[in-house]
């Protein structure tokens, strides 16, 4: 508030973890322990922040232990709603498969997807995330494994469609190229905004060697400052000339 910022006090937590004897005194003084849990008191003011170990934070969890498996349940939990909502598309015989698998891929992988390699993901975060994928396919096609005894890839295969495995290489590679396009883009402008004299400043290198294109059939010149000043005997390194010298 001091900065300007509008603060949602409801919707704020405190996220706390701390040893030794100055968070026992830190805790002493200013967390209050009720029966509806710990509560951080703000100084000079009547405000009590509730104290939590994890909390949703823009549709990921964060905390300070296993946050990557949290974030994989939200995830789940969010993906298996959005399927819900779009089962009786996805699932109806009427449409054709390849309209189901193209508004799976642009509605539920997506809400799977979301956040999960920001925050990490661990083995065990990754086999519940292919599982979740199987058993959607299974549910869009109507192929119980307890019934058809097909294996997962075998099932993906017969259907010509991208394994689990390949459809988190590619969020990631299509994340990190994003990420690269936004940093580019940042370079750019903040080039763009470089005043003249900061520009003019710039050390300007020599740009020979990628003008003409290097011949290795041809001798390197030998540079002048690795000469022996007693025997004028050159060296290609500055470490070969000072053994010679001692």
Request: a positive charge; aromatic letters at 8%.
């Amino acid at each position: 508030r001091m900065y300007g910022f509008s603060i949602n006090i409801d919707k704020s937590v405190v996220l706390f973890r701390a040893v030794g004897k100055g968070a026992h005194r830190f805790t002493k003084r200013w967390i209050v322990r009720t029966k509806a849990g710990p509560f951080l008191t703000l100084p000079d003011s009547s405000i009590r922040l509730p104290m939590v170990s994890k909390t949703a934070y823009l549709g990921v969890i964060i905390g300070y232990r296993a946050w990557e498996m949290d974030t994989v349940a939200r995830r789940a939990q969010a993906a298996h709603m959005c399927f819900s909502t779009l089962r009786k598309w996805l699932t109806a015989q009427c449409v054709p498969q390849d309209i189901r698998f193209r508004l799976y891929h642009q509605c539920i992988v997506p809400t799977l997807m979301y956040g999960i390699h920001e925050m990490g993901i661990t083995q065990k975060g990754f086999r519940k995330i292919v599982s979740i994928i199987n058993v959607h396919y299974r549910r869009m096609i109507r192929a119980p494994v307890h019934l058809t005894h097909e294996s997962t890839q075998y099932m993906f295969c017969r259907l010509n469609q991208p394994s689990p495995w390949a459809i988190l290489q590619s969020h990631n590679l299509r994340l990190r190229q994003s990420l690269l396009h936004k940093i580019q883009q940042a370079v750019e402008s903040a080039m763009d905004d470089q005043p003249p004299d900061a520009i003019a400043l710039t050390p300007d290198y020599p740009t020979s060697h990628l003008d003409t294109p290097s011949d290795s059939s041809q001798p390197h010149a030998q540079d002048p400052s690795l000469e022996c000043p007693e025997c004028h005997r050159q060296f290609n390194q500055a470490g070969i000339l000072k053994r010679h010298m001692r």
